[in-house]
C-alpha cells in the first residue's frame, strides 16, 4: 500500500514538474503584423536550454538566415539552433543567447514561463532594460 502511495505520489510530482518546464515546441508570432510565423523545439543539452527551429509556417517570409554571419550564413532556417545556453536561475532561464534571423544578430536572452502554455522571450543588449519580449504559445 505505502509503495502504491509513493509511486503515485511520484508520478502526479514529476507531471507538475514538467508542466513547469519550458522544454517543448513552440510557435513564435511575428513583431509586427501578430502572424504565426514557425515552432521552435526547446530542449535540455548538458543541463542548458537551446532551441532550434523545427517548421516554417505558411506566413513565414524568411526560409534561409542570409544575414547570418559565419556557418549559418544562407542555411536554412529548419534544424538552426536560434536559442543556446540558458541557465535556470529560479524562475527564469538566462544568461543565454538568441540569434533573430532578420538581421543575424544575437542578443543576450532570458526566457519565463508566463502559464504551462506561454512563454516569455526577451531578447537585449547588455541590460535586460534594452530589449524586447515576444511571447511564445506552446504547440498542442
Not at 70 to 83: E, P, R, T
Request: proline share 2%.
Amino acid at each position: 500500500m505505502i509503495k502504491q502511495f509513493l509511486f503515485a505520489f511520484f508520478i502526479m510530482n514529476a507531471s507538475y514538474l514538467l508542466a513547469q518546464s519550458p522544454v517543448g515546441v513552440w510557435k513564435n508570432l511575428d513583431d509586427e503584423d501578430g502572424k504565426e510565423k514557425s515552432h521552435i523545439e526547446i530542449y535540455e543539452q548538458n543541463g542548458t536550454l537551446r532551441g532550434k527551429v523545427i517548421k516554417l509556417l505558411p506566413a513565414a517570409t524568411i526560409t534561409k538566415c542570409n544575414a547570418c554571419t559565419g556557418a549559418n550564413k544562407g542555411k536554412s532556417l529548419v534544424g538552426m539552433d536560434i536559442l543556446w545556453d540558458l541557465k535556470k536561475s529560479g524562475k527564469t532561464w538566462d544568461s543565454g543567447q538568441i540569434m533573430d534571423p532578420k538581421n543575424g544578430k544575437i542578443y543576450d536572452c532570458k526566457i519565463e514561463l508566463k502559464s504551462t502554455d506561454k512563454l516569455n522571450v526577451r531578447g537585449y543588449m547588455g541590460v535586460s532594460m534594452f530589449g524586447r519580449t515576444q511571447t511564445w504559445y506552446r504547440v498542442k
